[in-house]
């Protein structure tokens, strides 16, 4: 099986559907993305891109609400916070201070933009 997402004009997924390989294969039974997304474009209009569980393409597994970015051809999740940057190596937000690694957990202060250890 196959996932494609549904893109709209700004590049926003707005639904991961799962096609059948039957659907995104050649003659020869060769997968190739641009078959399944014709297939995809047939049966509901739109602009779709194929998506991976395991990352092997497009650096992370498309969902609803995330972003793609035809730049670094990767699904982008949604930013968490205004001060986290884009790492386009794996299209994933980072905090402007890496989290703490001493086996503490913490969450993220915006208004301090900084890590707060959570305490229970």
């Given amino acids: 099986m196959a996932h494609f997402a549904e893109i709209d004009q700004f590049g926003k997924v707005k639904r991961v559907i799962v096609v059948s390989n039957a659907d995104t294969s050649d003659a020869s039974g060769v997968e190739k993305e641009h078959i399944g997304a014709a297939f995809c474009e047939r049966l509901f209009g739109g602009t779709w ?56 957990r913490y969450s993220w202060n915006e208004a301090t933009t900084a890590w707060v250890e959570i305490t229970e």
């Avoid at 569980?53 to 992370?60: A, L, Q």
């Fill in 49 to 104: 891109k194929q998506t991976s569980y395991n990352g092997s393409f497009r650096k992370n597994y498309a969902g609803v609400g995330y972003a793609y970015d035809a730049d670094i051809d990767a699904f982008v999740p949604p930013k968490p916070y205004p001060s986290w940057t884009l790492n386009t190596e794996t299209a994933q937000w980072q905090a402007p201070t890496p989290m703490p690694t001493d086996g503490k």
